[in-house]
């Protein structure tokens, strides 16, 4: 019980000094115990389910994916890991706090995934991303896997065959006329 006060109060300072430290300000993923902090925070938010301490670290956690967001054009380091874990994060306590996670996995799309496909690392967190949150982003973010489409298209192409099975059994529910007219700009963009 005392070493898991003290992994608390540890990880909350370490995420509360990256949220506000200045010299994190132009790329807080150049801070190494960020990854570990957020994902401890949200393992221990899990397995306490209380609402009190989800509502303790929302605050920092989102402040740290604003600034990531902010940074992400500037970055020379890889930002999908801590992306991927927040938005984990947003996904499961959302309506604990109030947060609607759509603008942030919109946002981690375009930002964030759009430069990073090539990564196999972020290209395989993403995917089973995708796989743990298949229901919930089918059901309650129905629009973003057609939208996104080429772009997950694009990150199976860079990162092999292993990863689109994943994909596509994701896609099975969705309506096919609006995955093709996705796709269609793309064909017709390499047809000249």
Avoid at 59 to 88: E, T
Avoid at 115 to 136: C, G, H, I, S, W
Avoid at 150 to 156: G, N
Avoid at 159 to 166: D, H, L, Q, R
Wanted: one cysteine or more; a positive charge; proline letters at 4%.
């Amino acid at each position: 019980m005392v070493d898991r006060d003290r992994d608390w109060e540890f990880h909350l300072r370490s995420l509360s000094a990256s949220a506000r430290d200045s010299n994190f300000s132009a790329d807080p993923a150049s801070d190494h115990n960020l990854l570990p902090s957020v994902r401890k925070l949200y393992e221990l938010c899990k397995s306490e389910e209380s609402e009190d301490l989800v509502t303790r670290v929302y605050p920092h956690i989102n402040k740290i994916f604003q600034r990531l967001v902010s940074s992400v054009s500037q970055s020379r380091i890889s930002n999908g890991l801590i992306f991927l874990a927040i938005l984990q994060f947003f996904l499961d306590f959302g309506e604990i706090v109030l947060h609607d996670a759509d603008p942030s996995l919109r946002t981690f799309f375009r930002s964030c995934l759009s430069r990073e496909f090539a990564d196999p690392v972020v290209a395989k967190a993403t995917l089973d991303f995708l796989n743990v949150n298949k229901k919930k982003i089918l059901t309650s973010f129905s629009t973003l896997l057609p939208q996104f489409f080429p772009l997950l298209l694009k990150l199976i192409a860079w990162n092999g065959e292993k990863f689109g099975e994943i994909i596509f059994k994701g896609l099975s529910r969705i309506n096919s006329s609006r995955v093709i007219s996705s796709t269609v700009p793309i064909s017709c963009g390499l047809a000249k």
